[in-house]
């Protein structure tokens, strides 16, 4: 486990979710257009991929014990959260 604190706590890893929160903010916001444009199925794609980008962003917490580095992740998680917002909001505004 020790090899997983590493690595949590690098530079590397944060520029990995931050380039990841932007590929989640895009599959969102392919999941709302698609919503916008009358496809029905695309609620329930959306809440499964939700669901799934939810386990993947909470994976790394799984791969440790150690609760200094648990809780940094959890603060990652919430600035990564706050990242895809900033996406979405940004690619909106640039849509208008």
Known sequence: MT???EL?????FRAYRRKQAE???GI?????VQMTSGNERA???LKGQLSIISRMLRLPESLTGDEKVRSNLEAQL???VANITRFL????L???
Do not use: K, L
């Open 3 to 5: 090899a997983w604190n």
């Open 8 to 12: 949590f706590q690098t530079d590397e």
């Open 23 to 25: 590929e989640i903010a």
């Open 28 to 32: 969102i916001q392919s999941s709302v």
């Open 43 to 45: 609620a329930a794609e």
């Open 78 to 80: 919430q600035e990564d």
């Open 89 to 92: 909001i940004r690619e909106s």
């Open 94 to 96: 640039a849509g208008e």
